[in-house]
């Protein structure tokens, strides 16, 4: 298997102070491959995406570490390859679907920019590409959607047009950040179905950022704990699963609410495990703060 | 939810027809000013002098405004006064806009040093107070139309650049704008086809404000004999000239008077009822 999206001991600090908010984050996502990187929030998980594709907040700053896409370290390149490097190979599908579609712009414009400004496309081609995709999406009538503004759509058909955004371009990694987090429980599940059908698809590697334990283990084939910015477990799911060897991930696995019994499962995590996670990571903080 | 939205679509659409309209109305009487205007705006008849408005005992049918104390018909002097005004309104108005949006846009989408420098610049522009720095302006550039569109494009651009600085950077923080590095877009094209579009509609509605402003400005300049020359027809000219007569012929001050108000007004509302109408959100 060929890695395409390697994380080599990142850390992230807030600008000016000594605090991480990343900590030594090192992770590898194989083409064709979903890794799951699961955490409570404020853990990280997002901020890793975002590190990798260029869109951290101006108040983060990366201190050490490297990113690999495609074997090429994106730290290295100058501003401009970087911009077309990860706007040709990589793609997000963002947590917000109200948010993240431009509210004064048409859907279709707003899929083809991409490929007409980055890839060259003709117009025309790009249009009609825009029109399949959201066929491929299971949108009925694609020609009305190209043409509407994004408030004209529900909640999951916008999420849609960002997976087909997504795709659009053919990456070959995906960073899902949250994808189904604004949506409400009946749609989720199509969602989830979507983007793991389009993933098959087209073979891409995917960095799945979810904090639902039960989202893992129906996409993803290996995933990462983080707890305050630190990976505390990297497994393959169906060893996780059966057997989670962090403490923090048998309290994260516990927490987990079913269906069948929901107010006597509803447990928050014990406060002797975050503790005792919490001194794991200042015993490697003091380390790097010496190091 | 949509009873509510309702309500404010329409309120939004009486603003925007009753103000757009007296502006179209104003348009259309000053360009074609030649063939609507009763009378020569600088005729004098001495002995048509004082005449009162229609509605008032002793006027006379062909002056619907009455007549100044030089005879000069009021009506006519208004629809020429008219012109200086939107004139000014329209050239000084949009080259404000445009100066002060540019930079506005530059400051708050690269922030860094261009922000530094354009928002000390901005702070220190709005230290001076504006009446004092027209006059100032004018006394340096001699008096005359160019000079108060100048003088007013100088002074005011500021209101553009703080308000567009901050709409850009409230825009810039959105996720369409993340969406739009990742897809590797260069940064000029995401400001001017991202954030551009939706910072727009504060620009028309600070526009219209700002045509308003600009009305009074002339207005003012021309009320302290700072405008064109003294005997064209301007609205604060013949404010100016009222008010030595105003017991004698209150309507030569009253007239052109509601005309500026009315005026100033209608920019406002209309500013408010485009944004109202076109803001993609309450839509």
Known sequence: MTCFLEIDNLSAIIRGSNDRLLRSVSLQVNIGEVHGLVGESGAGKSMIGKAVLGILPAAVEIVEGQVRLDGQDLFALNPNDRRRLIGTKAALIPQDPLTALNPSRRIGAQITDRLVDILGWTKHDAANRAAELLVEVHISDPERVLASYPHELSGGMRQRVLIASAFAANPQLVIADEPTTALDVTVQKQILRLIRELQLRHGTAMLFVTHDLGVVSKICQRLSVLFAGKIVEQADVAQFYSNPGHEYSKALMVATPKYTEPLTSLMPVDESVISAVTEEIEAADREWRGA | ?283
């Open chain 2, 1 to 283: 939810m949509r009873d509510a939205r309702g309500t404010v679509r329409r309120k939004a659409g009486l603003k925007l027809w009753l103000s757009g309209g007296w502006l179209a109305l104003i348009a259309l009487l000053t360009l074609a000013a030649g063939w609507v205007s009763p009378h020569d705006p600088l005729a004098q008849d001495l002995f048509a002098g004082r005449l009162p408005p229609f509605w008032v005992d002793g006027a006379e049918p062909g002056y619907l405004l009455g007549t100044d104390s030089l005879g000069r018909d009021v009506l006519s002097r208004i629809i020429y006064g008219g012109r200086v005004a939107l004139g000014v309104a329209l050239i000084a108005g949009v080259s404000t806009a445009i100066v002060g949006s540019v930079l506005g846009l530059i400051a708050g989408y690269y922030r860094g040093w261009a922000d530094a420098v354009i928002s000390r610049l901005v702070d220190i522009w709005m230290a001076f107070p504006p009446v004092l720095f027209a006059i100032l302006l004018i006394a340096v550039l001699g008096t005359g139309l160019w000079s108060i569109i100048i003088a007013i494009i100088v002074i005011d651009w500021t209101r553009f650049c703080r308000v567009v600085r901050a709409e850009t950077m409230n825009q810039s923080q959105m996720d369409y704008v993340s969406s739009a590095v990742v897809a590797g877009h260069v940064r000029t094209a995401i400001l001017w086809r991202e954030i551009g579009p939706n910072v727009l509609p504060t620009i028309v509605a600070l526009l219209t404000l700002e045509m308003g402003i600009a009305v009074i400005v002339e207005a003012i300049l021309s009320f302290v004999n700072l405008s064109i020359s003294t005997d064209a027809p301007t609205w604060g000219g013949m404010i100016a000239e009222g008010r030595i007569s105003i017991h004698q012929a209150w309507w030569v001050l009253v007239c052109p008077l509601i005309v500026l108000f009315l005026t100033v007004l209608a920019f406002s509302q209309f500013g408010e009822g485009l944004k109202d109408r076109f803001d993609p959100v309450l839509r």
